[in-house]
């Protein structure tokens, strides 16, 4: 057995404090929320937080109500959950991967309504609309030979909008694989082929094939790379105008198009990686999939508000860092509260619930808006 002198000793009593001070020079930081270097947790190990705590920033300060949902979780085996709509009535529409019900609806206490849907085990966008007073869905699935699915709120299918080969954009229909519809003002859709070709394709309210631009379509800016146009919103602020708004996910930036195809700019979020646009308080916001993602396969992800400069105000599981001029050269999760968040929806209270993609079939969370009084 070796022997420690005191000399050995009094040498290592330093290095033995140095360590002690860096265990808890870290414990310190990673509590205060302000380390990304926390450890991974795996997807098939992740669990909601099982406590309520406060989180975000100025306005944007949200309640998390753990448990959620517990009883209606229990009668449910979720997919993957992609995305989540709220109808007029207050009921909450949950598109998740089992194949025996790509739509759940629940009330705003978590309490299970109703569950239909095994058309579309793929089911990954979900959009709701208004038309001529009634109100429908529309489910994209983004498996090989995808397509637009639109349902009353019961889950009767009303139309199908499958790969349009007579473009001459796709040479199979295995090629086309949506990841969200966009209805326009007059009734058109937008289809975003994200996990496709990339284009953005306008079809009629009846399913016809219109137009295309993106994909490889145009040069420079008004191209669209692969894995880019995934989610998106149309912003309304001026009616005459309206501008698409697009969340280019792997590509780390929004990119804004006149309905016609035509770019406006280009809007970078380093360290993101925004899935959707959801418009709420006349501020945007994108759920990031995790930081880097895809080359961090295994990071929490985080929810961002950007005001209409897109300027980011405040971030739910994560923080921002800008360089002396105030620009904006990255962002990062600085929690684990998250796991992959993907589809977002705010309730008419400003309740935010969040699905979740790749997290153990955990159920959508619900985060209380906390109202700041001015």
């Not at 198009?257 to 308080?281: H, K, S």
């Amino acid at each position: 057995m070796p022997r420690f002198t005191v000399a050995s000793r009094r040498k290592a009593a330093p290095t033995m404090r140095r360590c002690l001070w860096l265990f808890w020079f870290c414990t310190i930081v990673t509590n205060l929320g302000l380390a990304h270097e926390t450890p991974h947790i795996a997807a098939d190990s992740y669990q909601p937080p099982s406590e309520g705590l406060i989180v975000g920033e100025g306005d944007f300060r949200f309640r998390y109500l753990p448990g959620w949902g517990s009883e209606a979780a229990a009668k449910l085996s979720l997919g993957h959950c992609h995305a989540m709509v709220v109808d007029r009535a207050g009921r909450l529409y949950l598109a998740n991967t089992n194949p025996d019900y790509c739509i759940v609806v629940l009330d705003e206490s978590g309490q299970l309504l109703d569950r239909w849907g095994d058309f579309a085990p793929q089911a990954h966008g979900l959009t709701l609309s208004l038309e001529k007073g009634e109100e429908f869905l529309y489910i994209t699935t983004n498996d090989k030979n995808g397509k637009v699915i639109k349902t009353n709120l019961r889950g009767d299918i009303l139309m199908t909008i499958s790969c349009p080969l007579e473009s001459g954009l796709y040479e199979s229909a295995d090629d086309f694989r949506p990841s969200k519809t966009i209805v326009l003002p007059d009734g058109d859709l937008l289809v975003l082929d994200g996990y496709g070709r990339d284009y953005v394709l306008r079809f009629s309210g009846e399913g016809k094939y219109l137009s295309a631009f993106g994909g490889d379509l145009g040069d420079g800016e008004t191209r669209l790379d692969h894995w880019g146009p995934h989610g998106g919103g149309l912003d309304m602020s001026d009616p005459r105008n309206p501008i698409l708004i697009l969340a280019m996910s792997d590509q780390q930036t929004l990119k804004r198009f006149a309905l016609g195809g035509t770019w406006i700019d280009t809007i970078p979020l380093p360290g993101g990686n925004p899935r959707d646009i959801v418009f709420f308080d006349d501020h945007i916001v994108i759920p990031h999939l995790g930081d880097n993602w895809p080359e961090d396969r295994n990071a929490a992800g985080f929810i961002s508000f950007l005001d209409r400069d897109f300027n980011v105000v405040a971030n739910l599981g994560g923080k921002s860092r800008r360089d002396g001029n105030g620009k904006l050269v990255g962002m990062q999760h600085n929690s684990h509260l998250f796991r992959h968040p993907h589809g977002i929806v705010f309730d008419q209270r400003g309740n935010l619930y969040v699905a979740q993609f790749a997290s153990n079939g955990t159920f959508p969370l619900k985060f209380e808006r906390i109202v700041r009084e001015h």
